[in-house]
């Protein structure tokens, strides 16, 4: 069974930090690109930053890009996303998703689209204090 936990979510000030983990179990970690995604009220889903275990390439938003850096753990089969410099619209529910990497696509316009992930997480708040 394919499962992924995130965890580190919380309340933090506007300029400040908080690290995001994401746990993943049930399939094999090099096969999938594992994504970021959030969502705040009365918004679409959007795609934050996604990794691929088997070369460490990345992708992110623009939105993010200099202040969020998404790494991994390959032993723990976990990803992690760093977000520094928080801003108040950064606040929302962060998840993490996985999807079976597709070797004939590449880059963020196909793997920062939430709609083609299989596997997602339960979400953990994010919340920002002005």
């Known amino acids: 069974e394919v499962q992924l936990v995130e965890s580190g979510g919380g309340l933090v000030q506007a300029g400040g930090s908080l690290r995001l983990s994401c746990t993943a179990s049930?399939?094999?970690?090099?096969?999938?690109?594992i994504g970021w995604f959030r969502q705040a009220p009365g918004k679409e889903r959007e795609g934050v930053s996604c990794i691929d275990p088997s070369d460490s390439s990345t992708y992110s938003a623009d939105s993010v890009k200099g202040r969020f850096t998404i790494s991994m753990d390959n032993g723990k089969n976990t990803v992690y996303l760093q977000m520094n410099s928080l801003k108040p619209q950064d606040a929302a529910v962060y998840y993490c998703?996985?999807?079976?990497?597709?070797?004939?696509?590449?880059?963020?316009?196909?793997?920062?689209?939430?709609?083609?992930?299989?596997?997602w997480g339960q979400g953990t708040q994010v919340t920002i204090s002005s």
């Open positions: 049930g399939f094999t970690f090099d096969d999938y690109h």
């Open positions: 998703a996985a999807i079976r990497t597709d070797h004939r696509y590449s880059g963020a316009y196909y793997y920062l689209d939430p709609d083609r992930y299989d596997y």
